[in-house]
């Protein structure tokens, strides 16, 4: 029985006691964070989760070769300098398994769980106005009210599987790498289909192949993608890295995208030709997204300077790839290098040179359907023991879609952001008071938790103000929603990325009615987005409607 259940409140009661200060929607790295810092605020929280522990994406994604592609020590939480000198990465890239004692380790260090409630999906989140609070519904029909709504649902949380027909009739086993069972899967001699090479596709494939009897990959779109160069961490580089804990952190509110690297400040046509070829190579050999996020500074905004760096890659491609036919359909015909974001790779490439993998590019010979046996392409049927789906995921609004959220006057999100999502910050909607999200739409997302620890303390800020003021509705206003989102719109201007079919511009051909690009991201810098935040709460959030 729901806590709400339990109570029986005299009808002479003005309003009934709501049963929490505050709910979380999900037990992710920003669940975790932001149910800590509630509690240095002393209110009273609730996190309810859909899995049966913490972790979020670290939880649900448990396929092969599942491994970080920030550097481990800049993934981690900053908060807690003991937290820092405690925990030791073994990896610079450190795989799923590490990453998940790391956030159990965190909850227990901070003995989070007690107010966690876990196997609680919430299926619906309705405001109402004469309380000024939430009710949320599970899906197991528990409800429970709080004052305030805070959203920690992620940005890549909902997967989607292929719009063809048969998945169901599939006799052996199937998989999408975003809902790996716990249990090891057997591959030894079994014939394995992947289907999709994006970032997950890329990791699962080149960890498998040696494991399997034969595999084959169905490409969807091809994807640039450049090596991670992962490798162990000795104990004299484990000793450097903790000791440059706050140079490190420092630099990493300074960069673009809270990533250790940064642009060169040279275009891509201020050095000479073999300047750039040696420049490509230097960032080609060294680890992480330096390629990406360090490269010259207008490879993502100009033509022909991303040319140069997409046909470096693409040489790379055929050098690695002996049947040139095949590293033909490995190189990216519409789009330029990094305009998707960049999968990290460790011998992937070499993968096809192995006798039992084959590539099939299903642009050329489409997949009719799934079948008992195996998967019916245009050209033939194929016989499968298994098959995994690296189909990827209904990205930032998602998850928001798959809980009926219903703000003031009943207003649905669904339908509200219809035609793209509209918020003010990234972090509020107008219309939906005392909810804020964290790590949703039109927000700085780069180097995943360092805006994550922005946003929560963000949000407690504004948590802290209405508690000491006893305000009781926060909301966005109109004006406000509007100025951000055409704000974040005018950045997107100019960006190659923003011309490409990706998660980043909202097309999803998986699922119904997003075809259509929309800007689902800020596109700016993480310190310029900061700033922003910060003189609005420097001001005493005085864009907000308070109440």
């Not at 006691?17 to 932001?34: K, P």
């Not at 929603?481 to 909202?506: F, Y």
């Amino acid at each position: 029985m729901s806590a709400s259940a339990e109570k029986q409140p005299d009808s002479s009661d003005p309003a009934p006691a709501l049963d929490f200060d505050v709910i979380v929607i999900g037990a992710g790295m920003s669940g975790m964070y932001q149910l800590y810092r509630l509690r240095e605020l002393g209110l009273r929280a609730r996190v309810f989760e859909a899995g049966t522990n913490v972790g979020g994406t670290w939880y649900w994604n448990r396929y092969p070769g599942a491994r970080f592609d920030s550097e481990s020590y800049s993934y981690g939480f900053s908060f807690s300098k003991e937290l820092l000198e405690e925990w030791d990465w073994s990896e610079h890239f450190a795989g799923q398994p590490e990453t998940l004692r790391y956030l159990n380790y965190v909850a227990d260090r901070f003995d989070l769980r007690r107010d966690i409630q876990f196997n609680s999906r919430v299926s619906a989140a309705v405001y109402d106005e004469a309380t000024s609070s939430w009710t949320v519904a599970l899906a197991d029909d528990g409800r429970f009210t709080a004052r305030f709504l805070v959203t920690a649902i992620g940005p890549l949380s909902t997967p989607t599987w292929p719009r063809v027909e048969g998945i169901d009739s599939f006799a052996g086993q199937s998989f999408h790498t975003a809902r790996w069972p716990k249990e090891p899967v057997d591959f030894a001699g079994r014939r394995v289909a992947v289907i999709g090479t994006g970032a997950t596709g890329i990791q699962t494939i080149q960890t498998i192949a040696s494991q399997v009897g034969h595999l084959t990959v169905f490409q969807r779109t091809a994807n640039w993608a450049a090596p991670l160069h992962n490798g162990k961490i000795d104990a004299e580089t484990q000793a450097k890295i903790k000791a440059g804990y706050p140079e490190m952190f420092k630099r990493c509110q300074e960069t673009f995208s809270c990533f250790l690297h940064t642009p060169d400040p040279r275009g891509a046509f201020e050095v000479t030709d073999g300047e750039r070829e040696a420049f490509y190579e230097k960032l080609y050999g060294e680890r992480g997204f330096g390629i990406w996020q360090g490269n010259f500074r207008d490879v993502l905004i100009d033509r022909a300077a991303n040319a140069t760096i997409s046909d470096f890659v693409a040489r790379k491609i055929r050098q690695r790839v002996k049947d040139q036919k095949v590293a033909d359909k490995l190189i990216p015909k519409n789009h330029g290098f990094g305009t998707r974001r960049l999968p990290l790779e460790t011998f992937y490439y070499e993968v096809y040179n192995r006798d039992n993998v084959e590539l099939v590019d299903i642009k050329a010979t489409p997949i009719e359907r799934i079948t008992p046996k195996g998967i019916r392409t245009t050209e033939k049927e194929y016989e499968f023991d298994i098959i995994i789906y690296a189909t990827g995921f209904d990205a930032i609004t998602g998850s928001f879609d798959k809980i009926d959220f219903r703000g003031a006057d009943g207003v649905r999100l669904k339908d509200k952001w219809k035609a793209g999502p509209e918020t003010y910050l990234g972090l509020m909607i107008h219309q939906f008071p005392n909810m804020m999200m964290l790590m949703g739409p039109h927000t700085a997302l780069g180097n995943i938790p360092r805006s994550i620890e922005y946003s929560v303390d963000w949000v407690t800020g504004l948590l802290r103000f209405a508690r000491d003021r006893g305000l009781t509705r926060l909301e966005a206003t109109e004006a406000g929603v509007e100025s951000w989102t055409d704000h974040v719109k005018a950045l997107g201007v100019g960006l190659l990325s923003n011309e490409v079919d990706s998660w980043m511009t909202g097309i999803n051909s998986n699922v119904e009615g997003k075809q259509t690009r929309i800007v689902a991201r800020y596109s700016g810098s993480a310190p310029a987005y900061r700033a922003r935040c910060d003189e609005v709460a420097a001001r005493g959030y005085d864009e907000l409607r308070l109440g």
